[in-house]
């Protein structure tokens, strides 16, 4: 079955800082892969997407970036984090077939 | 550009009642999967019911089911027997089905709060 791994769960960094988050995917072969982030009290901002390796489209112009290194792995980045970082990040996988879309558990970032 | 709006940000209801969230979309496109996912306090993401826009039957899950209506493109939720588990933020997506288009669009969503 399919398993979709995120982490760290939180984490809490200083304006500046580098930022790294990772999901990874098993027991599935090229799938759709997202970043979301959910402010406090919105709704999900769809921040990446990638249909395949090496292969990224950005919806939003920001401080942050992602790469797809491997076909079941994709990374958010920051060089620099700011305050207006912090936030929930979601990990979500599909189907090549686009059917439901599946979640990591989450990750709250608190930038300080 | 695909679109998604909820426009009920907060609904409550009582215990065993039913309630609806509404949902409308904007596309060009014909073929499309529509979503309602639910998020509890825990924040994960739970996949509630799933619409394919070729079906005309409106989709079902136990005491969840949609209101699907294509030329309209309204696809609203309905929950019957309301039950305190339910409370949870309610959100409605859209992905367009195959080919490139892999974004997943979600509405801002509805905080439904079951009273007891």
């Known amino acids: 079955s399919q398993t979709i791994h995120q982490w760290p769960a939180t984490l809490v960094q200083p304006v500046g800082s580098p930022l790294s988050l990772e999901c990874t995917v098993e027991?599935?072969?090229?799938?759709?892969l997202y970043w979301y982030r959910q402010a406090a009290g919105r709704g999900l901002q769809l921040l990446f997407y990638?249909?395949?390796?090496?292969?990224i489209s950005s919806e939003v112009p920001q401080n942050l970036s992602a790469s797809r290194p491997q076909d079941r792995q994709f990374i958010l980045s920051s060089k620099k984090l700011l305050l207006s970082d912090s936030g929930f990040y979601l990990c979500?996988?599909?189907?090549?077939?686009?059917?439901?879309?599946?979640f990591g558990q989450g990750t709250r970032l608190t930038v300080v | 550009a695909q679109t998604v709006t909820q426009s009920q940000p907060e609904m409550s209801v009582q215990e065993a009642e039913t309630v609806t969230l509404s949902c409308t979309y904007d596309?060009?496109?014909?073929?499309?999967?529509l979503f309602w996912y639910k998020q509890p306090p825990s924040r994960q993401m739970i996949l509630v019911i799933r619409?394919?826009?070729?079906?005309?039957q409106n989709a079902t899950e136990n005491r969840f089911s949609v209101n699907f209506q294509k030329a309209a493109k309204s696809f609203s939720l309905k929950i019957s027997d309301s039950q305190l588990g339910d409370t949870a933020m309610y959100f409605c997506?859209?992905?367009?089905?195959?080919?490139?288009?892999?974004?997943?669009?979600f509405g801002k969503g509805t905080k439904l709060s079951v009273k007891p």
């Open positions: 979500a996988w599909s189907g090549s077939g686009n059917t439901e879309a599946f």
């Open positions: 027991g599935t072969s090229n799938p759709n």
């Open positions: 990638s249909v395949g390796i090496g292969q």
């Open positions: 596309t060009s496109e014909n073929n499309y999967y």
């Open positions: 619409q394919e826009a070729y079906k005309q």
């Open positions: 997506a859209f992905i367009s089905y195959g080919g490139s288009q892999g974004n997943l669009i």
